[in-house]
């Protein structure tokens, strides 16, 4: 049995098309569905639904741990006799904008000096949008926060909690109150990430279950932005406590406490469940790690 056609089953498993995996390893679509079949024949049963959309059969299911492992091993053992310093390639990896104000520049340097000659492509996007772009075999690792993701299709290397908190501008009149009610809180003027970011999704499905609404006053992609938009005028945002803990901390923000909305995320470090998981690539997530472990108590 080949670990090349091993590596193409997984890329059509990730990409479920033969076509688009095709393209993505380089090589024609007569190539890839001839290694498939090779694989076929030495495991004796079918792996893919050929019907309509491309999707794996029961012995596909079974046989991608295993295929997974076994490439995995393969690029551990090439990589055998090379120091972190000595392998090169290329990573692409992606990042929310929150995580990435949090620990992008110093992840960074760390990595380099751990893989100089490794070239890391780095996406900073939407959860969701990481989430399709793994799916679709386009990274190869991403850091994202939303709730705890189905380990049925995704490799979870790690995992924090955060918490989600509701902050405001000091002058508001909000601040002067003890405890603050979902209700006050749907009235404020509010600052709120895009309506795909996973924080606004729960809060703004916390006010729709209370039968309550929200307008807000504007909506971005950059909880920085938001950060400094309550620091300098009256306006209330909602924000994992990470992103806003050092303006509270300086008085620049003040944190809301809404006994009524409790509200915790996950920020982990993910891979597709079909993909094989490089040196370079293991050493990325290692140092993400190491930084989220800092900063996220």
Not at 180 to 187: G, K, Q, W, Y
Not at 190 to 195: A, C, G, N, R, S
Request: charged share 20%.
């Amino acid at each position: 049995m080949e670990i090349r056609n091993l590596k193409t089953f997984l890329k059509v498993a990730s990409m479920q098309n033969f076509t688009h995996a095709a393209r993505a390893l380089g090589y024609s679509q007569s190539s890839v569905s001839a290694q498939i079949a090779q694989l076929e024949q030495e495991i004796g049963a079918p792996l893919f639904n050929r019907i309509g959309q491309v999707t794996l059969t029961q012995y596909g299911e079974e046989l991608l741990p295993y295929a997974r492992e076994l490439c995995t091993i393969a690029l551990q053992m090439e990589s055998l006799t090379q120091s972190d310093a000595f392998l090169g390639g290329t990573v692409r990896a992606g990042l929310t904008d929150s995580i990435s104000e949090l620990l992008l520049e110093d992840a960074l340097l760390a990595y380099h000096e751990r893989f100089p000659r490794v070239q890391l492509e780095l996406s900073l996007d939407t959860t969701a949008n990481l989430l399709d772009r793994l799916k679709r075999g386009e990274l190869d690792a991403a850091c994202v926060i939303t709730d705890p993701l189905p380990a049925a299709e995704w490799q979870v290397r790690s995992e924090r909690s955060a918490r989600i908190v509701a902050a405001a501008n000091p002058a508001l009149e909000i601040c002067r109150e003890n405890t603050v009610t979902l209700e006050a809180l749907a009235a404020q003027p509010l600052v709120l990430m895009e309506t795909a970011a996973p924080y606004s999704l729960r809060f703004e499905q916390a006010l729709a279950q209370r039968h309550l609404e929200c307008r807000p006053v504007f909506r971005l992609q950059s909880a920085a932005a938001a950060l400094r938009l309550i620091a300098r005028s009256p306006f209330v945002t909602v924000l994992p406590l990470y992103t806003v803990q050092a303006a509270a901390e300086e008085g620049c923000v003040k944190l809301l406490n809404v006994p009524e909305w409790e509200v915790h995320q996950t920020v982990q470090t993910v891979l597709h469940r079909g993909k094989a998981v490089t040196p370079q690539v293991t050493g990325f997530l290692e140092e993400l790690d190491r930084m989220l472990a800092l900063r996220i108590q």
